[in-house]
Structure formats: C-alpha cells, structure tokens
C-alpha cells in the first residue's frame, strides 16, 4: 500500500516558468490515492490553468483570498489545517521573501503563514537570482523557521543561462514526499523522552540553587522529534518557553522532581537528557529565611545524577541515551570522560564559554562523540536546525 494513501497534501503553485512541470508532481500524487487541494497565485495563472489542475488532481483549486465562494466553502486557517503536507511548486524568489519576511498578500503567503503543518519549498528561479546575498539570507532565515528546502539543482535554465536554480525534477520531489510520510510511518511507533532548562533547588523559601540554562536545545529537539513522528515526552525546569504542542509536557522544580517524572515516563527508545540539573540541594531546608548570620552553617547533599540512574539500570535505560556536556574548557577530554562514567550512548558536547553559542543564544556548535569512540562535529547553526541534525542522526541510528 502506498504511504501516500488518504494524505492530504496541499500544493502551492507560484508564478514561473517551472509551474508547468508541477502538474507532472500532481499526476503522480494522485497515482498514489493522495488527496489533493491547490493554490494558485495570480502569476502562475498565466502559466498553468485552474482547469488543467483540477482535471489532474481531483481536487479544488483555490485563488483569491477574498473570494466568497472559497472563503464560506473553507477559509484560509481551515485550509492550513486541512492539509497533512504543504508543498509549494515552484518557489520564486517573491515567494520565498514573503515567506522570510513575513507577508501575507495574498492567499498563498497567508495560508502558508497560517499553518502548523510541515511545509517544503522548491525553488526555481535564474542563477543570479539564486546567488543573490538577499535571497540567501531568505533561505537561512526560512530553513531556521523550520521549512525544509528541496533543491535547486544545477542546470541549463529556461533563460538560456547556466547554473544553480533549476527546479528539481517532480519525480525527485515525489520521492522526498514519499518518504517524508514513510519514515513518520516508522517513527510513529518510537517514543522519545527530552529533558530541558535548569532545576531549582531551594534553601529556604526564598533562595535557591540553580544552573544556568535556557532551555531552548532542548526544546528544539522535542519539537524536531514531534516533527519526524515521535511519540514525544519533554520534562522541563522553569523556563521563559511555552509548552511545546503536539507533546506531553511536564513542568517541574526541582532534581527530585525531574528524576521521578523520567522514571515515570520510561521506558522510551530514545533519551536525550539536555537539563541543566543542579549537582547538590540542601541537606536541610530551612522552612524559614535563613539569616546571614547563619548562611556558613548552610549544609548541601548531592543530587541524584539521572543520566547515570537511568543508563545503568537495564530495566529502565533506553535503547540510546544521549547525554549533553556544557563545557568551558578541555571539551573533548571532559565528554570523553563523562560519556564513560554516565554509559551513555552519545554525548553531545558544546562550549558555553562563548557567548555566540551559549545558553541564551539562538545558535549552537557541538560535537557529538559516540561510544565506539568516534566523533564528529556540527558547524554553527540555529538551534533548531542543530535539533535537526541531531534526531535525523537518531533516526539513521535506529534504521
């Protein structure tokens, strides 16, 4: 059975000459019993018909924003909502600068900008327009927010030039669909579990001891995980995030509280223990302030180390636990050491001494290292690409 059977797949059709090659990507969606709902801008009308669309795809093509009968038939946010995929075919150069700028115009941009769903651009523009520095900086502020870019390609262009911007066949672009919703078929039966932000350990009713961190790594990874089909479970420390949709959230306070919500919520395939745990708490709290006075005779305890808890007892530990390091020095010699004593499978470690890429930056730089003693590193990047980098490897791993 095709995994394309029953998809809703929503087709976005801009203005280019490439337009016409996106009713050969329809043809062979619908070969494969996808459904099929399509935009078409005011441009690509003067290169593909409604008509010849609606003949291939057997489904509505939609075309105003501001048209009554498309808006009381389903409006924009419902149309978003609709779809299980969003795929726009070809991508110009306008389309991808709406989209990194934030415009909605038209209906296209507006329901693109509307959607919670996965959303793949294929571009097809002249090479110049390609190499551009502002249209490269659309595309790494689009592949930060998350849209997954399929292509150019290298070729002989419709203008008679050469280079980067050819469209990508529809043959290709079906493949990358296809196996888009084949491997959230395989993930769907994978749990993961994220841990994220710091823990709170408190003294008194009004001090506490923390680590610093945002959480904002491991936020990304439960997304990236939601994404690629995970059943998802993130357990956080206070953070300024918003609960991440689509998971099982869990806020907690303290170290205590964060190993107990884990071992509650194994066993799970994957782990990837990102918080910052606080490493002592209080032997005693004091239910009331502690006076200065008395500050020297504050006495701590070790906290349970939950990464260590976890991947040493064989009933509970995943089958990859992945542990982070943030380092300020000697990195690799100190995630060597710490992927050893933990037994983890990999560790992922960053250098939080530089403020580009450390705790409250949108950026990261890590190196993983894997416990048949291999290593390698991941350039700097947003955060959520870093997430993306990292489960794509989770998901190779497990294949």
């Not at 900086?137 to 292509?151: A, S």
Request: with cysteine; aromatic share 8%; glycine share 4%.
């Amino acid at each position: 059975m095709s995994s394309l059977k029953d998809k809703k797949i929503l087709i976005v059709i801009c203005g280019g000459i490439s337009a016409y090659k996106s009713l050969e990507f329809i043809r062979a969606l619908r070969k494969n019993k996808a459904e099929i709902k399509t935009i078409i801008t005011k441009s690509a009308k003067e290169f593909v018909t409604p008509l010849s669309i609606t003949s291939l795809s057997q489904g509505k093509v939609y075309e105003d924003l501001f048209n009554p009968e498309n808006e009381a038939e389903m409006d924009h946010i419902s149309l978003s909502r609709w779809a299980d995929l969003i795929v726009v075919v070809p991508a110009t150069a306008n389309t991808l600068s709406k989209l990194s700028n934030g415009t909605c115009d038209d209906l296209a941009s507006t329901v693109i900008l509307a959607s919670n769903k996965k959303i793949f651009l294929v571009p097809a523009m002249n090479v110049r327009m390609w190499e551009h520095p502002s249209n490269q900086k659309n595309l790494n502020n689009l592949k930060e927010y998350g849209y997954k870019i399929i292509g150019p390609e290298i070729g002989d262009m419709a203008c008679g030039e050469y280079g980067s911007g050819k469209m990508t066949e529809p043959s290709e672009i079906f493949k990358y669909v296809e196996n888009y919703f084949k491997q959230l078929r395989r993930n769907n039966n994978l749990k993961a579990l994220v841990t994220a932000g710091p823990t709170r350990e408190y003294l008194d009713p009004v001090r506490y001891i923390t680590n610093k961190s945002s959480g904002k790594q491991g936020y990304e990874l439960a997304k990236s995980f939601r994404d690629k089909g995970f059943d998802t479970t993130l357990i956080s420390g206070k953070t300024n995030l918003k609960p991440v949709e689509g998971i099982k959230y869990i806020e907690i306070e303290t170290a205590d509280e964060m190993l107990k919500e884990t071992l509650n919520n194994l066993p799970v395939d994957v782990a990837v223990f990102s918080a910052a745990v606080a490493d002592y708490k209080a032997k005693n709290y004091s239910k009331e302030k502690i006076k200065k006075s008395d500050q020297e005779n504050i006495n701590l305890t070790k906290n349970v180390d939950i990464i260590s808890y976890v991947s040493k007892h064989n009933s509970l530990r995943p089958k990859l636990t992945i542990g982070f390091a943030a380092e300020t020095e000697n990195i690799d010699e100190n995630a060597k050491k710490k992927l050893s004593e933990k037994n983890c499978d990999w560790i992922i470690a960053n250098d939080v001494s530089n403020e580009e890429i450390g705790f409250d930056s949108k950026y990261n730089q890590v190196k993983i290292f894997y416990k048949n003693n291999s290593d390698e590193s991941i350039e700097k990047m947003s955060k959520s690409l870093i997430a993306e980098e990292i489960v794509d490897r989770v998901i190779k791993n497990f294949n």
